[in-house]
């Protein structure tokens, strides 16, 4: 159970930019305490959005690949304010790039900040959760943790990873009073695809014309750039949607954040597997052209 007159503290990473910025906006005007957790490089950010340390505010850095900051933000957490209450995993990264293209460094890379990272701040929140009887996980998912996409088989892969383990933990925590939420955006209107990576082989085969997979890459980029720049969602409509899921007194396993994620989750539902994947093939941007040699 909640201890009545305690204030819940949220940790937030991933909060220099996009949701993770919009979402620490909310948070300011809300009943919390807050670590508010930004790569050091990013810190300054909070400033530039009028965001300063208070009482019950702390702006910490936090690189969740690194486990020494990891534990060291913890620790803070524990000491001064007697642990998380609410965790809220944000930080995310995108590689793109087709499967051919990866290499085992890159794979590690984006499973450390998607998946390993945000699994190992859960393992370290759940002890005094689990003690309080009382704690909210939220993982920002995707759409891309429901479906894959062609090029985007490591980010995929990455929120697979983090809905499966995810789902598992909404089973084994719920004992102890702890809830656990997976919130789903879709294309948002933002900047964030301008932040995409492309690995040691894709970058360069991206923009080399007698790459294979070069129309593979164009469609793609395009495909999702143009979605983006069209997409109704805002990253502040999807803040405020987490701080919804947040504040649900039973909020659910998964939560589809933007109409798209609705309409891909419901189709991912509704249509058998084989056509699903064939209607979605057909849909591909261009893909009559992928695939013809120009040798
Ligand atoms: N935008 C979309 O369309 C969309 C759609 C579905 C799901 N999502 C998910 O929503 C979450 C937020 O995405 P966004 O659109 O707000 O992306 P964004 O604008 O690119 O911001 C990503 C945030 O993650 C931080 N970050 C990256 N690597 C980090 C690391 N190693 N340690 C700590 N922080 C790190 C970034 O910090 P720096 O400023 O230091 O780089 C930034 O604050 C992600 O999990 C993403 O997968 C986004």
Request: hydrophobic letters at 45%.
């Given at each position: 159970m909640a201890e009545t007159?305690?204030?819940?503290?949220?940790?937030?990473?991933?909060?220099?930019?996009?949701?993770?910025?919009?979402?620490?906006?909310?948070?300011?005007?809300?009943?919390?305490?807050l670590m508010l957790t930004a790569r050091s490089t990013s810190l300054h950010r909070f400033a530039e959005a009028g965001i300063h340390e208070s009482e019950c505010l702390r702006l910490c850095p936090l690189d969740v690949t690194s486990e020494?900051?990891?534990?060291?933000?913890?620790e803070?957490?524990?000491?001064?304010?007697?642990?998380?209450?609410?965790?809220?995993?944000?930080?995310?990264?995108?590689?793109?790039?087709?499967?051919?293209?990866?290499?085992?460094?890159?794979?590690?890379?984006?499973?450390?900040?998607?998946?390993?990272g945000?699994?190992?701040?859960?393992?370290?929140?759940?002890?005094?959760?689990?003690?309080?009887?009382?704690?909210?996980?939220?993982?920002?998912?995707?759409?891309?943790?429901?479906?894959?996409?062609?090029?985007?088989?490591?980010?995929?892969?990455?929120?697979?990873?983090?809905?499966?383990?995810?789902?598992?933990?909404?089973?084994?925590?719920?004992?102890?009073?702890?809830?656990?939420?997976?919130?789903?955006?879709?294309?948002?209107?933002?900047?964030?695809?301008?932040?995409?990576?492309?690995?040691?082989?894709?970058?360069?085969a991206s923009t080399h014309v007698e790459n294979p997979y070069e129309a593979h890459y164009r469609h793609m980029s395009g495909f999702i750039a143009r979605f983006m720049e069209r997409a109704k969602s805002t990253p502040e409509d999807v803040a405020h949607h987490i701080l919804r899921m947040m504040q649900l007194s039973r909020p659910p396993l998964r939560s589809a954040a933007t109409f798209d994620a609705h309409l891909f989750a419901w189709l991912r539902r509704l249509l058998p597997r084989r056509l699903y994947h064939e209607v979605l093939y057909r849909s591909l941007p261009g893909v009559r052209e992928w695939g013809r040699s120009r040798d």
């Open positions: 007159n305690r204030k819940p503290v949220v940790l937030l990473t991933g909060a220099s930019a996009g949701i993770g910025l919009a979402l620490a906006k909310l948070l300011v005007r809300e009943p919390y305490r020494a900051d990891r534990l060291r933000v913890i803070e957490a524990n000491r001064v304010w007697d642990g998380v209450d609410i965790l809220i995993n944000n930080a995310g990264i995108a590689y793109r790039a087709v499967c051919e293209h990866v290499t085992d460094p890159d794979r590690l890379e984006q499973l450390n900040v998607n998946y390993r945000p699994m190992d701040l859960i393992r370290l929140v759940l002890p005094r959760m689990r003690a309080r009887r009382f704690g909210r996980i939220l993982n920002i998912s995707s759409v891309g943790g429901m479906m894959a996409m062609p090029t985007m088989a490591l980010y995929s892969a990455s929120k697979f990873a983090l809905e499966g383990a995810t789902e598992a933990l909404w089973y084994e925590v719920r004992p102890f009073g702890i809830h656990v939420t997976l919130v789903q955006p879709g294309f948002i209107r933002s900047e964030s695809f301008r932040n995409t990576r492309y690995t040691q082989l894709s970058g360069p």
